[in-house]
C-alpha cells in the first residue's frame, strides 16, 4: 500500500489511511510528503481516529500522552503457556471486532496495538513516552488524550469502522447521522487493564522500533506478516510468531536511511530471514482447527 499511498499524496486531496501499514514501514516518507503536499492525513482506524478527534484545536505542547486501547483479544484471561498453543480456529474467535484474519491474528498476538502505536508515533508527532495501550474489554472507548494540566478527553463510539470512516470522510464536518449510534445504557460499564507483558510481548516491540528508527518498522511488519502466514499453514504454533519477529528484528541491522527502496529492500530481507527461520524449526502440533 505504500504506493498507493504516495501517489494519492501527490494528488494533493486530503488522504484518509486505513493502511497502517505505510505509516509503520515508512512513516519518515509519508509524513513529509504530506506535510510538503498540504495534505491532511485522516486516521481511519478507530483508535487513531479518536485520537485524532481528542487533538482538534489543542496545542502539541499541552498533551501528556495518548492512549490507544485494544480488547485484549480473545486471550486476555488465558494463561500464556495456554496461549502459545492456541489452535487457528480459538486465533480467529475474537470477542468484541468482526475482522479479516490476518488482522484477528495480529489483535490475538496483540502485534495489532504494536502497529499501531508506531502509526501513532508518525500521525502525531510523538515519542514513545507519550503513547500508552490499556486493555478495554468492552471496545466502546476508542482512545484517549491526557493533557498537561490531568483533564483526559475520550471518544467513544461502537464497535463498527462505520463512525471513524463516516469522520474522515466528512472531515471537517460531521455525518448529520450516525451510522452506527451508541447506547450507553446498554453498555452499562467500562473496564480498563494494564497490558500483561507475559501475555501479550508483541506491544514492546513497537517501543524497539520507535526508538530504532531507521528501517526498522519495515522489518518488523515484513517478519509479521511472513510469521502470521505461516501459522495460518500450519507450520509454527501460534506462540512462535511474536517469536520470530523479535528473532528478525534483533538480527537485521537498521538502516537510517528511510525511502522506497530502503524500505522495500528491508521488507524482503525481514521475509527471507523469517522464513528460513521458519524453515529451520519443529513442525507446530496438528490438530490446529
Not at 104 to 126: P, R, Y
Not at 139 to 157: K, P, R
Not at 162 to 176: E, G, K
Request: charged fraction near 20%.
Amino acid at each position: 500500500g505504500l504506493a498507493p499511498t504516495l501517489a494519492a499524496i501527490e494528488c494533493g486531496a486530503d488522504l484518509a489511511i486505513a493502511n497502517k501499514e505505510s505509516l509503520v514501514m515508512a512513516g519518515a516518507v509519508v509524513v513529509p510528503a504530506a506535510r510538503a503536499a498540504g495534505v491532511n492525513v485522516l486516521p481511519v482506524d478507530s483508535e487513531h481516529s479518536a485520537v485524532f478527534q481528542c487533538l482538534q484545536g489543542r496545542p502539541p505542547e499541552s498533551v501528556r500522552r495518548v492512549i490507544l486501547t485494544a480488547s485484549g483479544g480473545p486471550f486476555r484471561t488465558w494463561p500464556a503457556e495456554k496461549i502459545r498453543r492456541a489452535s487457528l480456529a480459538e486465533v480467529l474467535n475474537h470477542p468484541t471486532w468482526q475482522m479479516g484474519p490476518k488482522v484477528t491474528i495480529d489483535s490475538a498476538t496483540m502485534m495489532n496495538k504494536a502497529l499501531e502505536v508506531i502509526e501513532a508515533h508518525w500521525l502525531f508527532g510523538l515519542g514513545p513516552e507519550k503513547i500508552q495501550v490499556l486493555i478495554h474489554p468492552e471496545s466502546i472507548v476508542h482512545g484517549c488524550v491526557e493533557f498537561t494540566d490531568g483533564s483526559v478527553l475520550a471518544q467513544l463510539g461502537s464497535t463498527s469502522m462505520a463512525t471513524p470512516i463516516s469522520y474522515a470522510l466528512h472531515y471537517p464536518a460531521r455525518a448529520a447521522e450516525a451510522p452506527a449510534p451508541l447506547d450507553l445504557a446498554a453498555v452499562g460499564a467500562l473496564h480498563f487493564e494494564r497490558v500483561d507483558a507475559e501475555r501479550f510481548p508483541a506491544v514492546e516491540l513497537a517501543y524497539q522500533v520507535v526508538a530504532a528508527g531507521g528501517t526498522a518498522g519495515a522489518v518488523l511488519n515484513a517478519a509479521n506478516e511472513a510469521a502470521v502466514a505461516a501459522f495460518v499453514d500450519g507450520e509454527i504454533e501460534f506462540g512462535r510468531i511474536v517469536e520470530i519477529v523479535r528473532e528478525v528484528l534483533n538480527q537485521m541491522p537498521v538502516n537510517p536511511e528511510v525511502n522506497v527502496g530502503t524500505v522495500i529492500a528491508a521488507d524482503a530481507e525481514a521475509r527471507r530471514q523469517a522464513e528460513r527461520i521458519v524453515a529451520a524449526g519443529s513442525p507446530a502440533p496438528r490438530g490446529r482447527n
